[in-house]
């Protein structure tokens, strides 16, 4: 039973740092060759909070996919590659319906910063920042190409990897 903690931790560790780390290194280097730098799409006339703090926007989808990809890890390398492509865009899909609420909270935060926080701004910023997140967020995701793109393919990889790298014991004997 310890083992298998253990190896849950090490694969969450392993998806949480690596995809922040892949994302990150690609958004900087489509930050270089993109026109004006736009990364990121953004709705007209929309605040650019996500392009001026890349970082904090790109930590949460990358949270909540190191915990989910955790999740199905077992599950993804038992699977065809038919199979694990399906499984991929549900892993996509799941992080994505997550994650966009806490991109608006987040979002909200940003704009209070630049004005002037309200009263009760801890339960407006959930309740409005949120519902603005799960309305907007997955059509900004959406239209944020290459990167989300990009993000799909090494969503598959990085869930092949994570897989095969931390497999229980009794796994890999039976696959070798």
């Excluded at 995809?19 to 930050?31: E, N, Q, T, V």
């Excluded at 940003?110 to 799960?134: K, L, V």
């Excluded at 967020?137 to 990897?161: D, E, H, M, R």
Aim: charged share 10%; aromatic share 18%; with cysteine.
């Amino acid at each position: 039973m310890k083992s298998q903690t253990i190896i849950i931790l090490q694969r969450l560790a392993f998806f949480w740092l690596t995809s922040f780390a892949i994302a990150a290194a690609c958004y900087y280097l489509l930050w270089v060759v993109m026109p004006n730098h736009y990364v990121f799409s953004g709705l007209f006339r929309m605040y650019a909070y996500h392009m001026q703090h890349p970082l904090q926007y790109i930590l949460i989808p990358c949270f909540f996919y190191g915990i989910i990809a955790t999740i199905v890890a077992d599950s993804f390398i038992k699977k065809k590659t038919a199979g694990r492509l399906l499984l991929t865009f549900q892993i996509i899909l799941i992080t994505l319906l997550i994650s966009s609420p806490f991109g608006g909270m987040l979002y909200f935060y940003h704009d209070m910063q630049a004005g002037y926080f309200p009263e009760h701004w801890i339960s407006r910023m959930a309740m409005q920042g949120g519902m603005m997140g799960f309305q907007m967020g997955w059509l900004i995701v959406g239209l944020s190409i290459p990167y989300n793109i990009l993000g799909a393919v090494v969503c598959y990889f990085l869930t092949k990897k994570g897989a095969e790298l931390f497999q229980p014991v009794s796994s890999k004997q039976t696959s070798q």
